[in-house]
């Protein structure tokens, strides 16, 4: 008998996502959203058929509430497995069927995996990468609700604890995560005035990340990570990366 699945999207104001990431779940036994924005992600969710659930609303982005949206949906959850999704997110054919497989097996053998970590697409001005940092990730996204949540919650690099085995799916989720040079900045603006309470560096040293740490992580961009195989993108992404470490220590200082 095939295990049931939830897909949870938390979502804020994504109108001109929330339609690709919504029909690209549609194979699991339901899809909920977790609005938090005022726009009309809610209401184009509910045509395609998602429930959507309100909850913790803000004026801008914030990440204290998804962890604890997602935590408010393991705790309810009623399926065997939830998936996480991102509304700037969508499921490729062939994760759907790596999925599907997991969901078929027949029998939970011992020590098997109670949760999954895959791989992203990450979708660059215009195109999707081949190399960089971001490529390499691997987020655990798929999981048994009774062995994972957020704990603790924390306003930036989320602490997603998992009691069990973690395995990895070979097959990526699309991220449609930086599609122009606006919203690059936005999300790096964002991130970094997150980032700010957590820096607990001594001034000396923040002085000294601020100066060097951008080339070091350009240098594992472009090098160590492959960056070069994105042509221009690659030092495009592989710069502002480097960027978003001086920024975040430049603000740091500046406070």
């Given at each position: 008998m095939r295990q049931t699945i939830t897909a949870i999207i938390p979502a804020f104001n994504e109108e001109k996502n929330i339609e690709r990431c919504?029909?690209?779940?549609?194979?699991?036994?339901?899809?909920m959203i977790l609005w938090m924005?005022?726009?009309?992600?809610?209401?184009?969710?509910?045509?395609?058929?998602a429930e959507v659930i309100e909850m913790n609303k803000n004026a801008k982005p914030d990440f204290i509430s998804v962890q604890k949206n997602i935590n408010w949906a393991i705790d309810n959850a009623t399926t065997d497995w939830i998936f996480r999704?991102?509304?700037?997110?969508?499921?490729?054919?062939?994760?759907?069927?790596?999925?599907?497989?997991?969901?078929?097996?027949?029998?939970?053998?011992?020590?098997?995996?109670?949760?999954?970590?895959?791989?992203r697409n990450q979708f660059f001005l215009g195109a999707f990468l081949k190399g960089g940092d971001w490529y390499y990730d691997r987020l655990v996204r798929l999981f048994r609700p009774k062995f994972a949540r957020y704990d603790p919650?924390?306003?930036?690099?989320?602490?997603?604890?998992?009691?069990?085995?973690?395995?990895?799916?070979?097959?990526?989720l699309n991220h449609y995560s930086h599609p122009t040079f606006n919203d690059v900045i936005k999300k790096f603006q964002l991130y970094t005035d997150a980032e700010i309470p957590q820096i607990n560096n001594p001034v000396w040293l923040a002085f000294i990340?601020?100066?060097?740490?951008?080339l070091y992580v350009f240098c594992r961009w472009f090098f160590w990570h492959h960056g070069y195989r994105d042509g221009w993108r690659g030092v495009v992404a592989g710069a502002l990366r480097g960027w978003y470490e001086f920024l975040r220590f430049w603000k740091f200082l500046s406070c």
């Open positions: 919504v029909k690209s779940v549609l194979w699991c036994d339901k899809v924005g005022n726009d009309k992600t809610g209401a184009i969710a509910k045509a395609l058929g999704i991102d509304a700037d997110e969508e499921v490729t054919p062939k994760l759907n069927s790596e999925i599907g497989f997991i969901l078929n097996s027949k029998f939970i053998i011992h020590n098997s995996p109670v949760a999954y970590g895959l791989p919650i924390v306003p930036i690099h989320e602490q997603f604890k998992v009691t069990g085995k973690i395995g990895y799916l070979e097959n990526r990340k601020m100066i060097f740490l951008p």
